[in-house]
């Protein structure tokens, strides 16, 4: 078993990894997010959107009461799908950030976008 792991290199960007990420030898960042963009959809996130190159997850929807809940305070987005001009309605839209670049190089139809903000409607405080 490895004891130092600061000599060990990230399979994808060559950065030092931390012995937490050792088995899969990935830095913390790539390891976020490899996990990010493969991730499955679960029971609480609708819809996984890349849109200029920026990673949003649609949370199920919350009542606007509980709007203190809500990523953008419930502003609703309308998101159109590339693939097929659907249209999804959200008010609870996570942004996990940009993707970097060594991400896109690596994973280039992982990490396409999917999607387009169609509007975005501000909501009142």
């Not at 078993?1 to 950065?15: A, L, P, Y």
């Not at 919350?62 to 998101?79: A, E, Q, R, S, V």
Request: proline share 2%.
């Amino acid at each position: 078993m490895k004891t130092n792991s600061t000599d060990s290199k990230c399979k994808i960007c060559k950065s030092d990894i931390n012995e937490d990420y050792y088995r899969e030898q990935l830095c913390f960042r790539c390891y976020h997010w490899i996990n990010t963009i493969f991730a499955e959809i679960d029971n609480n996130t609708r819809h996984r959107f890349i849109i200029d190159g920026n990673h949003y997850c649609e949370i199920k929807k919350f009542p606007i009461h509980l709007k203190y809940l809500l990523k953008f305070y419930g502003d609703n987005f309308t998101i159109r799908l590339l693939d097929n001009n659907a249209i999804i309605l959200c008010n609870n839209l996570w942004s996990q950030g940009k993707i970097p670049e060594i991400i896109k190089e690596k994973f280039p139809k992982e990490t396409a976008n999917t999607a387009m903000f169609e509007s975005i409607q501000v909501k009142k405080s």
